[in-house]
């Protein structure tokens, strides 16, 4: 088994006003320390998607160890990146992470990894959340996602069975908003 993790990285921040992969966290930025985070899960390749903010991305975000892939088309939503991404995967699942959801527990991830399904998901105290794992025969359909909730509409489209792991605590702050941030940062605190 060979797991790829793609971290979407892509997003214009519209909604936050600025590049929220740089946000200062943990001494770093928002993006860094969610990168440190997957290389922590010890995955088979790491992959990241880059569009909004990518050159200035790549000045200030460590990118070692990672494949970078642009998505031009970023401003039509994740699954523009997703897109982009899937005809350099080469391995048999995807992990599916959020760049500017840094408190992922990589236990998580890994035991996601493992779903025998070809879909699996955590699912968390107030729902489901990333990370999401896809196996290869998943693949044709993540090539054709459009829009942010794409792969949202996959998991519940019926298509394919949907494996759901019990995860401890709540779905992982993800930012959006200032009032993200801020939660992001209160729940870093505690």
Not at 113 to 140: K, Q, S
Not at 148 to 162: C, F, M, T
Request: hydrophobic share 40%; glycine share 8%.
């Amino acid at each position: 088994m060979t797991v790829t993790g793609l971290v979407l990285a892509a997003g214009g921040s519209r909604r936050l006003g600025e590049a929220k992969q740089l946000l200062p966290f943990r001494g770093r930025t928002l993006l860094d320390a969610t990168l440190d985070m997957a290389r922590s899960c010890h995955l088979d390749d790491l992959v990241v998607t880059l569009g909004g903010s990518a050159a200035e991305i790549r000045d200030k975000v460590d990118l070692t160890g990672v494949r970078v892939i642009e998505n031009p088309a970023f401003a039509d939503g994740c699954g523009s990146s997703i897109r982009s991404a899937i005809p350099h995967i080469d391995t048999d699942r995807l992990i599916l992470l959020l760049g500017d959801q840094p408190l992922v527990s990589p236990f998580d991830v890994r035991r996601v990894a493992l779903v025998d399904a070809p879909i699996g998901v955590c699912r968390y105290a107030d729902g489901l959340g990333h990370p999401l794992v896809f196996r290869r025969p998943v693949y044709d359909d993540l090539s054709t996602l459009h829009g942010d909730k794409a792969v949202w509409r996959l998991l519940h489209s019926g298509k394919h069975p949907v494996s759901e792991i019990a995860t401890a605590g709540t779905v992982p702050v993800d930012v959006d908003t200032p009032d993200d941030y801020e939660r992001l940062l209160a729940n870093e605190e505690s």
